[in-house]
T-cell receptor, first 117, second 117 residues
Framework: EPEVTQTPSHQVTQMGQEVILRCVPI?????FYWYRQILGQKVEFLVS????????KSEIFDDQFSVERPDGSNFTLKIRSTKLEDSAMYFC???????????????FGEGSRLTVL | AQSVAQPEDQVNVAEGNPLTVKCTYSVSGNPYLFWYVQYPNRGLQFLLK??????LVKGSYGFEAEFNKSQTSFHLKKPSALVSDSALYFCAVRDPFNSGGYQKVTFGTGTKLQVIP
């Protein structure tokens, strides 16, 4: 069964450093997302991406965050200068286009745990 | 703005008893509704969805949910709980008619289900 894969599974970084989290969505999916979860609690929306551009972003997704789809398979989240409060589990997700209405459910990866020291 | 409420942080149920995990939603139009399950240190797994049609939807692992438009609810149910059902459950909503962003899926705060042997 196709799945979303994320790397690294765990990254430890110093405050102020840049971090790139990588994701390979399911190959025929058209919509891509990043969510984060702090301490196993609420799953917070960061950004959605469609047709090679950001379609929506939350207030969390400020100028320190960026996303990119550098080739036909990868989808990356970059945090330019990490803060302590960026420590969280980051989940990538993708969904397919069902007749243009995007009725499809999200398929999640296993997550990348980011620890900022 | 779309939102989801899960009023219970935790639900305890004895093995073999029926279980219900509650969810209410708020959207401007007709919602797309989802339930996900998360096991410790794992990603979110899709259980079931309501898009249109029959108000009772069936999903994975014997779970079902009933869409109630008048009560704006989408409660998750299972006739007979198993110890292995113990996990964190998230309700989620997408508002397809939200011109500001029809792809975002908003998650509730999660309900921890504990099935007692």
């Amino acid at each position: 069964e196709p799945e979303v894969t994320q790397t690294p599974s765990h990254q430890v970084t110093q405050m102020g450093q840049e971090v790139i989290l990588r994701c390979v969505p399911i190959s025929n999916h058209l919509y891509f997302y990043w969510y984060r979860q702090i301490l196993g609690q609420k799953v917070e929306f960061l950004v959605s991406f469609y047709n090679n551009e950001i379609s929506e972003k939350s207030e969390i997704f400020d100028d320190q965050f960026s996303v990119e789809r550098p080739d036909g398979s990868n989808f990356t989240l970059k945090i330019r200068s990490t803060k302590l409060e960026d420590s969280a589990m980051y989940f990538c997700a993708s969904s397919e286009n069902s007749g243009g209405a995007n009725t499809g459910e999200l398929f999640f990866g296993e997550g990348s745990r980011l620890t900022v020291l | 703005a779309q939102s989801v409420a899960q009023p219970e942080d935790q639900v305890n149920v004895a093995e073999g008893n029926p279980l219900t995990v509650k969810c209410t939603y708020s959207v401007s139009g007709n919602p797309y509704l989802f339930w996900y399950v998360q096991y410790p240190n794992r990603g979110l797994q899709f259980l079931l969805k309501y898009i249109t049609g029959d108000n009772l939807v069936k999903g994975s692992y014997g779970f079902e949910a009933e869409f109630n438009k008048s009560q704006t609810s989408f409660h998750l149910k299972k006739p007979s709980a198993l110890v292995s059902d113990s996990a964190l459950y998230f309700c989620a909503v997408r508002d397809p008619f939200n011109s500001g962003g029809y792809q975002k899926v908003t998650f509730g705060t999660g309900t921890k289900l504990q099935v007692i042997p």
